[in-house]
């Protein structure tokens, strides 16, 4: 089982991005879906999580800015970020939890996101 992310790229300030990110392999089901960001020295954090049945939560900072999707027939999760900000830079990660042969918790394997002001 593994996740694939893509989407990211270079932007200018109040522009928008689309992350998706796939998961592959023996899947029975997936439950929770996020996506976290990181920078150089700092820890990572949430931005933006989906439930099975699409109850969504964000960080405070991207309320407003960004959604957070899922189509589970095509097991994959999206991130639409729009008025992006400088403060958006940062590596993305999507994670998911998935049901295969035993639970798996999941990781991409990251994609680099660059707001230039």
């Known amino acids: 089982v593994q996740l694939q992310a893509c989407g990211g790229g270079l932007v200018q300030a109040g522009g928008s991005l689309r992350l998706s990110c796939a998961a592959s392999?023996?899947?029975?089901?997936?439950?929770?879906m996020a996506w976290y960001r990181q920078t150089p020295g700092k820890q990572r954090e949430l931005v933006a999580l989906i439930t099975r049945d699409e109850t969504t939560n964000y960080a405070d900072s991207v309320k407003g800015r960004f959604t957070i999707s899922r189509d589970n027939a095509k097991n994959t999760v999206y991130l639409q970020m729009n008025s992006l900000k400088p403060e958006d830079t940062a590596v993305y990660y999507c994670?998911?939890?998935?049901?295969?042969?035993?639970?798996?918790?999941?990781w991409g394997q990251g994609t680099l996101v660059t707001v230039s002001s």
């Open positions: 392999g023996r899947i029975f089901s997936i439950n929770l």
């Open positions: 994670n998911a939890e998935i049901i295969s042969y035993y639970p798996i918790n999941s």
